[in-house]
């Protein structure tokens, strides 16, 4: 399959297209047709360099949001539909169990609990911008500990992370200005 890849530290120039690459094993994890992929802030630097110490073994195919549809099944895929579409973010706790495979290929793999049903209203490019926003938005408010009744104010309310929270803060009709 084709895929960016890296296999050294640096800027932009270390990736490098490769039309020879291995298609991931699914295993215990869904096989994802990727239609688009999104690069963010932290792949650059884990491109760089500056998380090595919690980094994927090189060489990397880099990016983690991914919109897609879903092919095949590993043996502890339950609720999973085949030919659906979906969007994830598949970096979840990556000290403990990095990922295996970047969304920067034409096929990758997932860990079920980290896809989503795609909205019908949105296609693949915008899908593929949400994944990392929300997961932004949501832990920040469960860092914090906000509950019903409380009021926040929340600057930049118009980016991404920000007007997610005021969704969130809007259905469960918390306070925000």
């Known amino acids: 399959m084709k895929a960016w890849v890296y296999e050294d530290y640096g800027c932009v120039n270390v990736l490098k297209f490769d039309s020879n690459v291995a298609v991931p094993d699914v295993e215990a994890r869904v096989l ?11 792949d650059a630097k ?46 979840e706790k990556a000290r403990e169990s990095p990922k295996q495979f970047g969304s920067l290929a034409e096929y990758t793999t997932v860990e079920e609990k980290l896809l989503a049903p795609k909205p019908k209203n949105l296609d693949f490019v915008r899908a593929t911008g949400l994944p990392l926003v929300i997961e932004t938005a949501y832990e920040g408010l469960e860092r914090t500990g906000f509950s019903s009744g409380k009021s926040i104010l929340v600057l930049n309310g118009a980016g991404g992370v920000g007007s997610l929270i005021i969704q969130v803060f809007t259905l469960q009709q918390m306070r925000h200005f």
Not at 32 to 42: D, E, H, M, W, Y
Not at 68 to 83: D, H, M, N, S, Y
Request: with cysteine; aromatic share 8%.
């Open 32 to 42: 994802i047709k990727v239609v688009s992929a999104a690069l963010n802030q932290v």
């Open 46 to 91: 884990r491109r760089h360099g500056k998380f090595k110490a919690t980094h994927y073994p090189l060489p990397n195919v880099p990016a983690c949001d991914v919109a897609g549809v879903g092919l095949k099944a590993g043996c502890q895929v339950r609720t999973l539909k085949w030919e659906m579409k979906y969007m994830g973010n598949i970096n």
